[in-house]
């Protein structure tokens, strides 16, 4: 009973947040004007996490913006700790009681788990409910990581290197690594799994060079066989994948 009425009294602090943010559809006749707010289709309160999470879906004629530029108002009327998901009808808010976590050990037996379902996974960290998040490189071959000074950078790139490095053999996975800092990557120098780490832009030139010829054969290769990926090719006959394999290698790795 008091999880039911702990419902009913969220329900109703999203349904205040709709009306000061004028978040409704509005329909005037002659007589009247009608107001629609949007439903609230689930309100569902996860005590592990200490969580609240809302399912609603707006109005047809309702602007979907208003959702995410009156975030204020969930704000001051759910905390700061808040996330919104959604575009254009249905939206999903998630009110937590706590802030992200700054510090997160690294431990791989953790990690490994998710890795292992992704061709070339990207540890992200954790979400708000401690959830791994982890990305596919196959899928998303450009990632750009920013953040302020001290902010945790460098060492997040360290945990994707390491990640990667230890879930995957040599003969799967090189690194060519620039190191314009002069401090990022010294202690990958020696491992099989880094062709080079280059500390200016005229020693990291030729290796990009290299990929941009290593780029252009692929895509050729890819256009021949009438596919979006290499990793399709590997349902082709075996002899194409090792001819490529052997290519690849002997073209970034003379010896």
Known sequence: MDKWRAKIKLRGALMRAFKLGGIHKQTTTQSKIYTRYPKIHEVHIDEENEAVRFTFTLPDGANPDLVLKQEWVFKQCFGNNIEIDGKVKKFILRCYSKDMKKDIPYE??????????????????????????????????HMLLTGTT?????????????????????????????????????????????????????????????????????????????????????????????VLMRLYCSRINPK
């Open 108 to 141: 791989f037996k953790k990690i490994q788990p998710h890795l292992k379902d992704k061709n070339i996974p990207i540890m992200c960290g954790v979400d708000r409910s401690g959830k791994m998040n982890v990305k596919d490189m196959a899928k998303e071959h």
């Open 150 to 242: 001290g902010s945790g950078k460098s060492s997040l790139i360290r945990g994707i290197l390491t990640s990667l490095i230890l879930h995957k053999s040599p003969d799967e996975i090189q690194f060519l690594l620039g190191d314009l800092k002069f401090s990022e990557f010294g202690i990958y120098k020696r491992l099989p799994h880094v062709m080079g780490v280059f500390m200016d832009a005229k020693s990291l030139l030729p290796p990009l060079q290299i990929i941009e010829n290593e780029m252009f054969r692929r895509g050729k290769l890819l256009d021949k066989m009438d596919v979006e990926s290499i990793y399709e090719l590997k349902d082709r006959p075996p002899t194409l994948s090792c």
